[in-house]
């Protein structure tokens, strides 16, 4: 008799601890903390000579590309990206070893979050070959001398949950508002102008973006405008207007993301059109009337 076994692989996550989530403690601990993990100046102008910032936002698309394919848990591109930007502060990188660089900062940082990290074979696969299992194996000893073995990194990510269980928000909406304020930071990490942002900054200016475009501030009006952001710098000791500018700036930046994404829509269906009717048709944008008014956004 032939014995079928039915288990599915299922990854174990331990759920958020809300004796941790409650304690004011545990969130002045991250403030305190968070700056540690940053890179102290624009390393484009002081350390790097051959990598330009639009070198960095390939890369990073790159990484956010591999991480949704393989289903990563969603600290894992912000951490990665960290440990990328550290790295270029201090030490001076070809443009030839940026990807290898990237794909380095992919494997230590799944390795620290996720229940299966990714292998270096897979990681090897996406560069198409270009670089070999033993050479990702041999940078990672370098990235972890100079990142002095400092891998427990402070992101964004860490001050969702404690951000988001104190705004008097409705429980039905919190994994709507979690998907969206997870978009926004992986957003702000392909961005250079946001590396050197306190990561509390960003989650703060992340959670105020996602309710605004999300819209959710208009059934109460204890949330709404000023009084929104007044509560978001409160719980995170971050001044109102350069929260407010925060926001904005991340704003700017999905606004930007949604035309380069319509942009690409465009070409795809012009290519479409010259090879003829026999290819499927792309489903439309929503063409959102303000940057963060859209309902499904995904990376």
Not at 44 to 73: H, N, S
Not at 105 to 131: G, H, Q, V, W
Not at 187 to 193: E, H, Q, V
Request: charged fraction near 25%.
């Amino acid at each position: 008799m032939e014995l079928l076994c039915l288990e599915m692989e299922t990854n174990i996550r331990a759920r958020p601890d809300p004796n941790l989530l409650c304690d004011d403690r545990v969130l002045q601990r991250l403030l305190t903390i968070e700056e540690r993990f940053l890179p102290q100046y624009s390393y484009f102008k002081v350390v790097q000579k051959d990598i330009q910032p639009f070198m960095r936002r390939m890369v990073a698309t790159w990484m956010l590309e591999v991480c949704e394919e393989q289903k990563c848990e969603e600290e894992v591109f912000p951490l990665a990206m960290n440990y990328l930007d550290r790295f270029l502060a201090v030490v001076p990188t070809k443009k030839c070893n940026l990807q290898l660089l990237g794909a380095v900062c992919m494997f230590l940082a799944s390795k620290l979050k996720e229940t299966r990290p990714l292998t270096a074979e897979k990681l090897c696969i996406y560069t198409d070959n270009s670089i070999r299992p033993q050479e990702l194996l041999e940078w990672e000893l370098v990235v972890l001398g100079k990142l002095k073995w400092n891998l427990a990194a402070v992101t964004p990510n860490d001050f969702i949950e404690h951000i988001v269980r104190r705004l008097p928000l409705p429980e039905d909406k919190l994994a709507l508002i979690r998907k969206h304020v997870q978009t926004f930071i992986a957003l702000c990490a392909t961005d250079f102008r946001f590396a050197m942002y306190p990561p509390s900054m960003i989650a703060t200016g992340s959670v105020g973006a996602a309710i605004c475009g999300l819209q959710l501030d208009s059934a109460d009006q204890s949330q709404w405008g000023d009084s929104l952001t007044d509560l978001l710098a409160k719980i995170t000791n971050t001044e109102v207007d350069v929260l407010k500018e925060c926001q904005e700036q991340i704003e700017c930046v999905l606004e930007s993301s949604l035309r380069e994404g319509r942009q690409q829509q465009q070409q795809q269906q012009q290519q479409q059109t010259q090879r003829g009717p026999s290819g499927k048709g792309l489903d439309e944008l929503d063409q959102s009337s303000t940057p963060t008014d859209v309902r499904d956004v995904n990376l």
